[in-house]
């Protein structure tokens, strides 16, 4: 779904169209929870923060002055991650999961999960938001924030620290 479109679902949600949160239910369900789960590391967790990102939503979208409604919800799920992983272990890494994206190569996949689960929070979240949420890292830098060389710097030690993972190393 082009930005454009799905902009204008949000302005139909504030204008009362409850068929236009489907639509956006639909198109942002997944980004969702792959930010909660690289976050959280808990199938379980990461269904809960994206059902509580849906609900917050639903009863209270964002208002037109949001120039990016998807990197407002992508926001909203890092909050309610790192709030919830904050009041749990104080930061502390969950055990890893695997996500639930289907793939042609399962065992690749489940390599490079393990993979990214090993990097540090901060990095998951970055490439996650790149990777899985489709924001620049200019959208990413005001949601984390730092400053947009620090994001990309970040960005690309995630990069090069998962080439070393899935080459048999080790960080």
Request: charged share 25%.
């Amino acid at each position: 779904m082009q930005k454009t479109d799905l902009t204008e679902h949000f302005s139909k949600l504030r204008n009362g169209d409850k068929s236009a949160f489907t639509e956006i239910y639909h198109e942002l369900k997944r980004p969702v929870y792959t930010i909660a789960l690289r976050i959280v590391q808990s199938k379980e967790t990461a269904e809960d923060i994206t059902q509580e990102v849906f609900v917050r939503l639903y009863a209270s979208p964002p208002d037109a002055s949001v120039r990016n409604p998807r990197a407002w919800c992508f926001q909203i799920t890092r909050n309610l991650a790192i709030d919830l992983l904050k009041k749990q272990h104080g930061m502390q890494s969950p055990d890893t999961q695997d996500t639930f994206a289907p793939i042609s190569d399962i065992e690749l996949r489940m390599d490079l999960e393990r993979a990214i689960s090993h990097l540090p929070c901060e990095e998951r979240e970055i490439l996650t938001l790149h990777l899985n949420g489709g924001l620049h890292f200019k959208e990413i830098s005001k949601i984390v924030g730092l400053t947009l060389p620090s994001v990309y710097r970040r960005y690309q030690k995630a990069l090069r620290s998962l080439r070393i993972l899935m080459n048999g190393g080790s960080l």
